[in-house]
């Protein structure tokens, strides 16, 4: 069996490796895409290894490489009963693990093209896309709290960062959505007395304390959510949605500016227009633009 094996590994250097580097010796080009190959596989295997880690697979696949090992040894030391057994499962091996792990298998080709599967490789949606989306799950959330009368009070982090606020709640670090924004504003929950921090698309914390506004003619007239939300958007640029717990109305503080009781569609626009098309779309053309200028000047140059 060990003289097997190093035949078998004499043949694929002399047949693989030795004509290979036979042939890029007469056409080097061939080293791209060798490069590419390796860069591609070791790409897959990496994320693989990171994406079932956590997984029951993670256990299996250390079952395997345990399995493989054994049955190497086996065969050197001439344990001829045990390596045969492990032989004949290492044989029938992929059909039962396509039987084991039928439902993994199942839903890894069923998100072939999806969002999930280009997460996967890393290629995440555009930036622009994904933050009107956000901006519509808040939206939605809002409107939910506004029917129930459930107070609630969100932040948007836009250029100025405000970490330090952020620092004063309870870490959440988690994907934005209708649900979770309604659950952490629920009454008696350990987080709804504060605010929430929306930060590079992401709910970022909760339970968040706020610098309350120094304006007394505000003091009066409104409650400490709205003055909250005044004075965040006042020391910063961030934008603040705050929904009454008195009246279920919805405002929007900007500028240390309260706009007050707005529409589903006017909190709509008024986040789009400040968030995505005087910010996210106006940088993106500067980048554009830069580029386009960069390119005009190669040209130019080699002209």
């Not at 839903?107 to 995440?124: P, S, Y």
């Not at 009107?132 to 459930?150: C, F, G, N, R």
Request: hydrophobic share 45%; net charge positive; with cysteine.
């Amino acid at each position: 069996m060990k003289d097997n094996f190093f035949t078998a590994i004499n043949n694929f250097w002399e047949l693989n490796i030795l004509s290979f580097l036979q042939e890029l010796n007469e056409n080097p080009l061939r080293l791209i895409p060798l490069i590419l190959d390796l860069v591609i596989v070791i790409f897959l295997a990496y994320k693989l290894l990171k994406a079932t880690k956590n997984s029951r697979v993670w256990q299996l696949i250390k079952g395997i490489a345990v399995l493989v090992i054994l049955t190497v040894v086996s065969g050197w030391v001439k344990l001829d009963i045990l390596h045969y057994i492990l032989t004949s499962i290492m044989t029938y091996g992929v059909i039962v693990m396509i039987v084991i792990f039928q439902p993994e298998l199942r839903r890894a080709l069923e998100q072939l093209g999806t969002n999930k599967f280009t997460k996967f490789f890393g290629i995440d949606k555009d930036i622009i896309t994904k933050t009107k989306e956000d901006i519509y799950k808040i939206v939605i959330a809002s409107e939910e709290l506004a029917k129930t009368k459930t107070g609630a009070l969100i932040v948007i982090e836009r250029d100025i960062k405000i970490g330090d606020i952020a620092e004063t709640g309870v870490e959440i670090n988690a994907e934005i959505s209708p649900q979770l924004l309604v659950n952490i504003f629920v009454p008696k929950t350990p987080l709804h007395d504060g605010a929430v921090i929306i930060s590079n698309n992401k709910i970022k914390a909760a339970a968040c304390i706020l610098p309350l506004s120094n304006d007394k003619q505000i003091a009066q007239k409104l409650g400490t959510r709205h003055r909250a939300a005044i004075g965040i958007s006042k020391e910063t640029d961030s934008i603040v949605v705050v929904v009454s717990e008195e009246t279920g109305k919805i405002s929007i503080a900007k500028d240390g500016t309260l706009i007050a009781d707005v529409t589903e569609e006017v909190l709509k626009k008024i986040l789009i227009k400040n968030i995505v098309t005087n910010r996210l779309v106006d940088e993106k053309k500067i980048k554009t633009d830069r580029i386009n200028r960069i390119k005009s000047k190669f040209k130019s140059k080699n002209k």
